[in-house]
């Protein structure tokens, strides 16, 4: 991305000034701030930031400004972003799959936590971590309630993560479990089995445990459901005091979506209108609206005149394309947009901050979204 230094009051104030031809990602800081403050109330432990989600450097500094003082990295590019943006922060390696340079580089930069859920990258981390470095396990479970879920990719199922314990307990290593219950998860009982579960690993393998990694997850708004994250708080402190007992771990968590969305907002501009009612945008799935692709259609948004008028014409379900030359850059769901819209027009979807950035290419010389900070997101109610 590249940025606009004014800081302007609203999006609406840039785009009826600039009138940008191009994707623009507006970023507020005091909502990025606020959301750190409630994760840091309301979770009974402490709060990691997944950078994976936005790595923009606003991003980093402005949550080290807000107190977060850890950081769950997972690439060395992401050790040196942290590393420059959040001088002193605590960071987790907690990629599980990682070559011997990328540990020897994490070692070298001072890192002292990392995840693992498999023999072979047990014994790369076993050969070049010092003594008493923390070693998290990470656990895997068929369990649903998320928009996706990573057990394919990672983590090791009860057995072997039985077994991944009782060899960092006895290489004298930190002993502690993650997971993850997968992405958009608005379901507490996802976490309270995994919660279980660890219980019964940690017994199994005779290790107390130092902590529990309760991972990312926590879900952000997209459309008409409102995650309820205190629900969800509530019942990770109540699982693990009771799968714990009097040896509960202390408790970590790595938001990465549910902390980032909310901070920024995206207008893609109505490039052209089909003669049957079909919509062209100057953005689309290879570009900031991917994961339309993967997740629900965001509903949250507006449709705004040049003029910064909001269009309130009777809603119109019409299919939307991207920019590119590709048939299948097209939004999955027909987006309910007004009928007194008109080319040139702006849609403003709201909660756009999380893998905006990380997941756009170049497609067609597309995908060059301007990146531009703002007091204030939204002078309306969005549509949901």
Known sequence: MKTDKTIWATPQEFLTARHPDRPVAFFCPEVLHNTARAFAAGFPGLVSYAVKANANAAVISNLHAAGVTAYDVASPVEIDLVLAQAPGAMLHYNNPVRSKAEIIYAVSKGLQSYSVDSFGEFDKLAAALPKGCEIAVRLKLPIKGAAYDFGEKFGADAEKATELLKRAAAAGFRTSMTFHPGTQCHDPQAWVSYISACADVARDAGVKLERLNVGGGFPAQRSGRVPELPKIFKAIKSATQASFG?????LLCEPGRAMVSDAFSLA???KSIHDNGSVYLNDGIYGG???FRDLDT????S???PSGETRGGKP???VAFGPTCDSLDKL???LPLPANMAEEDYILFSGMGAYVGATCTRFNGYG???AVTVNMLNTQTPRT
């Open 332 to 334: 999955p769901e027909p």
């Open 303 to 305: 449709c705004l005149s």
């Open 268 to 270: 893609a501009r109505i």
């Open 289 to 291: 609206l991917t994961e």
């Open 298 to 301: 965001n509903h949250r948004f």
């Open 368 to 370: 060059d979204i301007l």
């Open 246 to 250: 009097a040896d509960a771990p202390e």
């Open 316 to 318: 119109i379900p019409r």
